[in-house]
């Protein structure tokens, strides 16, 4: 009996359990722990009352949705190379292995709920190595959901995001929202599955989410007031105009307007010159030749001489001569302006001789035709009877008495022949 509470004093302090040890892993509103436990166990031989020793590891892993969504279709894999090789592995849940890695099927997660997995191994298993282990590899498939949000909002507005699965709002689920300047933050949808927020500052803010399938959206936040940039060469107007602004620019135009008076005052008033050497232009009347009691075909030709070579000067030529052409051409821009000035002069000329001969030829022909009606109801008093007319002079009879007259009309006649072909000269010089 006493050999007996001996042995199971003995067993009792060395049948002791190590700490555990705990690892963590957090992976898309999934929350891993991986535990091992290292046991040594000491067991008394029935034979030789001998005391002997094993150590024993356990491990677990926890799988828990820390996520407010139902998580579906949940897979975890995970490495067996640290335990070591030649011990037995007892599964709580047995799970399909391929070379050394452990899938389990896990299928759905409610939100808190938990997946536990427990395994035994009948050796050690080192602490250092364990606790260096990669993480599990947990994937799920995410429910489909459809996210609405607006494309474009200013600053200090809500924008306001709705999350829909299968037709139906989809509550308490996750939206990450990335913003401008690396802003991140989360979202939870309430019953109606919506989530709002305030944009802070302008540029696109992002969305996505760990609990449902979205396809990436953005809206695109304005600032609150639109400023357009200024055009080149555009003076933007200051905020407020005071009066004494103004005051720089009004002395600016006075001085202006004063220059200008001046310049006017100087220069402006000034009467042009009365001796200028530029000769009256066409429509100026020109000099009247002298009258004469007889006008023939020499007296036209000596007019029409004089006025041909009377120098002309250039009017349509800048004072000093300073002209922009050539030599050669302002030469002979000169010699047309010339001869365009004498024709004129020369036809204004004839024109006006010839209307102040044709009045005198007028007036003369109404003296001569009184004259000869007078002398003939002279002759007609005179005239003697028939009796008397052997009695007439011989110088009568014979016309030289009348051939005074006779003469003065072809002289008319001759003068008004004349005026016909000056007449017919002047149509042909104005056609030309």
Request: glycine share 6%; aromatic share 6%.
């Amino acid at each position: 009996m006493k050999t007996i509470l001996i042995t199971l004093v003995f067993l009792s302090l060395f049948c002791a359990s190590f700490a555990a040890v705990d690892v963590y892993y957090s992976s898309k509103g999934l929350h891993i722990t991986r535990s091992l436990d290292n046991v040594k166990v000491a067991a008394i031989s029935t034979t030789t009352d001998a005391a002997a020793y094993s150590t024993k590891g356990n491990m677990e892993i926890t799988v828990k949705n820390i996520g407010t969504v139902e998580k579906r279709g949940i897979v975890l894999s995970d490495g067996l190379s640290y335990i070591p090789s030649g011990t037995k592995v007892l599964f709580s849940k047995t799970p399909s292995i391929e070379g050394q890695v452990a899938t389990w099927n896990i299928d759905t997660l409610a939100p808190s709920q938990e997946y536990k997995i427990s395994m035994n191994v009948s050796g050690a298993i080192s602490e250092e190595l364990f606790k260096l282990l990669a993480s599990p590899q947990i994937s799920y498939s995410p429910l489909g959901a459809t996210l609405s949000a607006p494309t474009s909002a200013k600053v200090g507005e809500s924008v306001r995001l709705s999350l829909l699965s299968e037709g139906k709002p989809l509550a308490n689920a996750t939206i990450l929202v990335l913003g401008p300047g690396n802003e991140r933050f989360s979202l939870l949808t309430d019953s109606a599955g919506q989530a709002a927020y305030i944009a802070g500052s302008s540029g696109f803010y992002t969305y996505s989410s760990d609990d449902a399938n979205i396809a990436i959206f953005s809206t695109e936040i304005k600032p609150a007031t639109a400023v357009e940039a200024p055009t080149a060469g555009a003076l933007l107007p200051k905020e407020s105009t005071q009066p004494f602004d103004l005051l720089p620019f009004a002395l600016g135009l006075a001085m202006l307007a004063a220059v200008a008076i001046a310049l006017f005052t100087l220069f402006g008033s000034r009467a042009p010159d009365s001796d200028s050497a530029f000769p009256p232009t066409s429509g100026s009347t020109p000099p009247s030749a002298p009258s004469s009691p007889q006008f023939d075909r020499s007296e036209e030709l000596a007019a029409g001489q004089g006025l041909q070579t009377r120098p002309q000067p250039l009017t349509s030529m800048p004072e000093g001569g300073n002209s922009t052409l050539p030599l050669h051409e302002e030469k002979k821009m000169q010699e047309v302006l010339s001869q365009e000035a004498n024709a004129q002069h020369a036809k204004e000329g004839t024109k006006s001789l010839y209307e102040k001969r044709k009045l005198e030829l007028a007036q003369k022909q109404a003296e001569l035709l009184k004259k000869a009606q007078a002398q003939k109801k002279a002759i007609a008093r005179e005239m003697p009877s028939a009796k008397k007319r052997s009695a007439i002079p011989p110088a009568y009879a014979s016309g030289t008495v009348r051939g005074e007259s006779a003469v003065e009309d072809n002289s008319i006649e001759k003068t008004i022949a004349e005026l016909e072909r000056i007449r017919a000269k002047l149509k042909k010089k104005g056609a030309k």
